[in-house]
């Protein structure tokens, strides 16, 4: 039998959290398919269900519950882990900061400045936001600057943050878009937004 890895544990206790595989898959920044997958394939390793399906969402089975337990305990000691042998070596310490939608507008910027003040060595911030707002309190919180479209700064604002506009760039920045719909459909909607685009 294969042993157990970090990945799969991350991705059932993600359910685990969220309570779907939507919600799950959203913040993983993955499709749901996979996702899917890769908790039946862990289901199958281990011989047991971990989840109980319904339309209202995923709940623990009681060998659900152990598991969560047990990855939690095994994630926080390889993460220690982690961090002991960067000590070893010299190297900075991560500090990881998890956040909810909540703090983003004035919790996590103030809290970010705060340790940033509290250090006598610059502070190093290695920053990957997944979603336009968790990117809009980085910078809210000094942490560098963000790319966004003049759609996202109309109707985006956060306390600190200066949306200018970027005129100069137009021949070198390129945004990649994705149309999905029913093939009977595509034609007349890719027929509108080459409309919507002409200047």
Request: hydrophobic letters at 50%; proline letters at 6%; one cysteine or more.
């Amino acid at each position: 039998m294969a042993t157990l890895d970090h990945r799969p544990l991350r991705q059932f206790l993600a359910i685990a959290d969220a309570g779907t595989v939507r919600a799950a898959a959203r913040e993983l920044n993955i499709s749901q398919p996979p996702l899917t997958a890769a908790i039946r394939q862990l289901e199958a390793r281990l011989g047991v269900a971990l989840f109980e399906r319904s339309v209202k969402g995923m709940t623990l089975t009681p060998a659900g519950e152990k598991l969560a337990s047990e990855a939690r305990a095994i994630l926080a000691r390889l993460a220690r882990a982690e961090a002991d042998v960067r000590t070893v070596a010299g190297r900075p310490v991560p500090l990881r900061i998890g956040f909810v939608s909540a703090a983003l507008n004035r919790t996590l910027p103030t809290l970010i400045r705060a340790l940033a003040a509290e250090c006598g060595a610059p502070f190093r911030v290695a920053v990957e936001a997944r979603r336009i707002h968790s990117q809009l309190a980085m910078v809210a919180a000094g942490l560098g600057v963000g790319l966004i479209t003049r759609s996202t700064a109309g109707v985006l604002s956060f306390d600190g943050v200066r949306a200018i506009p970027l005129t100069d760039v137009q021949d070198r920045l390129f945004l990649e878009l994705y149309l999905m719909a029913a093939p009977a459909r595509l034609p007349v909607l890719a027929k509108a937004l080459a409309g919507s685009a002409r200047p």
